[in-house]
């Protein structure tokens, strides 16, 4: 064979996860830095799965939305700073909430090319220790009195400064195009598709029902390390029901009559870490390690939430899954009832209901509730946003290899920017 015919590619293991417990923004994590929650993720891992060795893991993907200027090598530093071994390559990558299941799939696909041949992915995020920036003309008078050639000339561009140039510009939960929130953004996807509040206070119980669940009978015990007083997300209310949460008022599209968002069936915001561990069937079977579950397709996608038709909407912010995971099941052969598990990331319970519709819409048999969320998903643990998605393929993983049988499942996770990201994980 020629060297540069196509090599043929190989299957992609989930071995396992660890993730700290999940802490609502400025409580238990408030003084942790990125790289901290990350680096406790990783050393749980790296503990759980005898990773210490030299060479021992191929390579380190991850990521965070909220970046300090000082994480500019986050991926790298986290390495340094844990039990890894010191020469484990490792860079970063981005893409707001899809992070995490981007980091997932980078990784994957060198171990699928034969690149390398075990990984760890994740991510996370921190919005109690949110980067401050330089109010931005303050930021213009500073440059331009670095580049004065005299003293004169820089105390003269200095004498510019004024006390409102001191308010430093703070990070916005809005997108730049729109110069709305993504509540507000999901606010107008939920008018669009007729999302009733009822609907959303059922899924945000089930979803708090759930996870309380899964935590008593042990799901997590191998996935969640503790970390700062925490051994379970802080953000769970195992007594939530759908009565409880129709007496909180709405936050969200509150321009418009009957808003239906509230603080309950919303994400809050969140600080955390999670990572995954993956590997080639070689490298697991010469450890002696049974693999969860296999990586076997994923699909991005993105919509024109600015131009596009987002008041029908078909093209909201967060709608970009419901094209996604139509084409990636068209590629794959397959159709929503060969799925045994469905993980919808649940930024908003209206987002996951909107999405759900537009996949019938779109042709796909209706999801069976059974089988969605079945642990629980963001609305309950929280959603540090580059953390979402290693928390998820790890969750999913650990479901199918409970089964004890072949099985597969659908991760479904919404980004800011309209975009989406998707993946089959099976088990056989």
Not at 73 to 85: I, K, P, Q
Not at 187 to 200: K, M, P
Not at 384 to 397: E, H, Y
């Amino acid at each position: 064979m020629s060297p540069l015919a196509p090599q043929p590619t190989r299957r992609v293991a989930v071995l396992g996860g660890a993730r700290v417990p999940f802490a609502r923004s400025d409580g238990p994590y408030a003084t942790a830095s990125n790289q901290e929650m990350l680096t406790a993720a990783l050393d749980g891992l790296v503990e759980r799965h005898g990773l210490q060795g030299p060479g021992a893991v191929g390579e380190f993907v991850a990521g965070a939305v909220l970046k300090h200027s000082r994480d500019f090598n986050l991926a790298r530093e986290t390495v340094l700073g844990s039990t890894l071994d010191p020469r484990t390559p490792a860079y970063d990558i981005q893409q707001a909430c899809g992070t995490g299941l981007q980091a997932v799939i980078a990784a994957a696909n060198k171990i699928a090319l034969g690149q390398i041949e075990s990984a760890v992915a994740g991510g996370a995020d921190t919005a109690s220790d949110a980067p401050l920036g330089v109010n931005d003309r303050l930021r213009r008078i500073l440059l331009e009195a670095r580049r004065a050639k005299s003293t004169g000339a820089r105390l003269k561009a200095l004498g510019k400064i004024r006390p409102g140039h001191l308010v430093p510009d703070i990070p916005r939960n809005a997108e730049p195009r729109t110069g709305l929130s993504m509540g507000e953004h999901a606010a107008v996807t939920a008018r669009a598709w007729g999302i009733s509040r009822e609907e959303q206070d059922v899924l945000a119980a089930a979803s708090h029902q759930r996870l309380a669940a899964a935590y008593e009978r042990g799901l997590f015990q191998d996935l969640v390390i503790p970390f700062r007083g925490l051994a379970r997300d802080q953000n769970l209310r195992p007594g939530s029901t759908p009565e409880k949460l129709a007496a909180l008022k709405p936050v969200f599209g509150l321009d418009a009559p009957g808003p239906t968002m509230t603080a309950g069936n919303s994400t809050p915001l969140t600080d955390g870490a999670a990572t995954v561990l993956l590997a080639s069937e070689e490298w697991a079977e010469a450890r002696g390690v049974e693999p969860l579950a296999y990586l076997t397709a994923y699909e991005t996608a993105a919509v024109d939430f600015v131009g596009g038709d987002v008041a029908g909407g078909e093209d909201g912010l967060l709608m970009a899954p419901a094209y996604a995971v139509p084409r990636m099941l068209e590629r794959a052969g397959l159709g929503i009832g060969d799925f045994d598990l469905v993980e919808i990331h649940e930024a908003f319970a209206s987002q996951v209901l909107a999405t759900l519709a537009a996949w019938e819409k779109r042709g796909l048999a209706p999801v069976d509730r059974a089988r969605l969320n079945v642990a629980g998903s963001s609305l309950a643990t929280g959603h540090p946003f580059a953390a979402t998605g290693a928390r998820i393929v790890a969750t999913l993983a650990t479901l199918l290899a409970e089964r004890e049988g072949p099985g597969r499942g659908l991760i479904s996770v919404c980004a800011a920017g309209g975009q989406g990201v998707t993946a089959i994980l099976e088990r056989t």
